[in-house]
């Protein structure tokens, strides 16, 4: 099973990057044997991949790495780099390739530092592979500062370093950096697609691979952590209960706050599985005493950590409730299809009856208008508003419609 594979409901992404694949091998081969290398090339030192969420860009991405890392003997034969099967495909693809840097963030955003460090290890000649590939998974969440830094090394390339960015849109990445990228655009996967995938590749119940794709409208991250999450079953259950809730003021802030524990549960949870062993290895490196006495001058790294710390809790809060958001949507949108008579597929058909009750005792101008209510309040969000206040302000619009 090729990396391709991988790419799911992407054809027209799959055969660009085969291409590509196919003349970085020849360049690579080329300057090897001391020969001129081709003169047409559809290779370029830096991509940008965009697409909604649960397209599969950081998929799209790693997928691209190992391909120009193969090392399989069938590509003398004219076979397609990206067997999956030898150990620079297999190594990229899981993360311990020497020359595939992965970047992904589990904190608000993408400081200097960071990218500093990141710009050095780029000026690398690649260790053991065919190039140095910087796979940077949030490229979205570079702060301003650290953008213009990324900016002097897309500029001016290391002769086989290749930058792989990911982001949901265009409009996300600063344009100094997109004007410099060859983009590719991926598209949300049909729900069949994300279904057959799930039964293929981790042996989910077909039935169950089939409600969770129709769930998640095609999202692949989103219907796998349904399918094998039975807390991320319950929440979201709760989550859609939720509109035939707010019927009054009080229940109104009870929902509101409903939604925020959760969140912070989700947070507390996170925290409990990656922060005391992350805070117990930070001391044995710096050296802690039996009775945890920290050596001098120690002090400021462990503040790092504990800041680190915060601020990872803080985004895994964020996506939680933004998640939560995603799924009233959905509820919403299933409830307009049945106002307005569509034949369009529902997403939560295990809610038919709550569905057909509000579709019939609302009008679709109120739909449309609690649909904006989630989204403004999702903006609010991004914009750091107090969690409380933005989903206060929601629920008491999703009571008024």
Not at 21 to 33: H, Q, S
Not at 101 to 128: M, N, Y
């Amino acid at each position: 099973m090729t990396v391709w594979d991988d790419l799911v409901g992407q054809e027209k992404v799959s055969g660009q990057l085969e291409a590509a694949a196919r003349d970085a091998d020849a360049l690579v081969t080329a300057v090897a044997a001391d020969t001129p290398p081709p003169e047409a090339s559809k290779m370029t030192h830096a991509w940008l991949f965009t697409g909604p969420p649960g397209s599969g860009r950081s998929t799209t991405a790693r997928a691209f790495a190992a391909a120009l890392q193969c090392i399989s003997p069938d590509r003398a034969l004219g076979g397609i780099p990206g067997c999956g099967f030898c150990d620079g495909c297999h190594t990229s693809l899981i993360g311990t390739h020497a020359d595939v840097q992965i970047i992904r963030t589990d904190l608000l955003s993408i400081g200097v530092k960071e990218t500093r460090d990141l710009v050095r290890r780029a000026q690398l000649s690649p260790a053991v592979g065919r190039w140095q590939v910087i796979v940077m998974e949030d490229a979205d969440r570079l702060t301003e500062g650290a953008g213009n830094v990324l900016l002097k090394a897309v500029e001016e390339p290391a002769p086989r370093t290749v930058w792989l960015l990911c982001a949901p849109s265009l409009e996300d990445v600063l344009p100094t950096i997109r004007s410099r990228c060859r983009h590719l655009t991926l598209r949300t996967p049909s729900v069949a697609a994300v279904a057959d995938v799930l039964v293929r590749r981790d042996g989910i119940e077909p039935d169950i691979a089939a409600a969770v794709a129709r769930a998640t409208q095609g999202h692949i991250g989103r219907a796998r952590r349904l399918a094998t999450d039975e807390r991320a079953r319950a929440r979201r259950a709760a989550v859609l209960k939720l509109p035939l809730r707010v019927d009054d003021v009080g229940a109104c802030l009870k929902a509101a706050q409903e939604l925020i524990d959760a969140a912070s549960e989700d947070a507390k949870q996170v925290a409990e599985e990656t922060d005391v062993k992350e805070t117990e290895d930070m001391k044995a490196a710096l050296g802690a005493g039996q009775n945890g006495r920290m050596p001098r001058g120690t002090a400021g790294v462990m503040k790092e950590l504990e800041d680190r710390q915060k601020r990872r809790k803080t985004r895994t809060q964020r996506d939680s409730l933004d998640l939560a958001l995603i799924d009233l949507t959905a509820f919403y949108r299933d409830v307009l299809a049945l106002q307005f008579g569509t034949d369009l597929a529902l997403a939560n058909t295990e809610m038919q009856d709550a569905l057909d009750r509000l579709a019939r005792g609302s009008s679709p101008e109120a739909t449309l208008r609690r649909i904006e209510a989630i989204a403004a309040c999702r903006v609010a969000l991004d914009r750091n508003v107090a969690p409380l206040l933005a989903v206060e302000a929601m629920t008491m619009a999703l009571r008024a419609g």
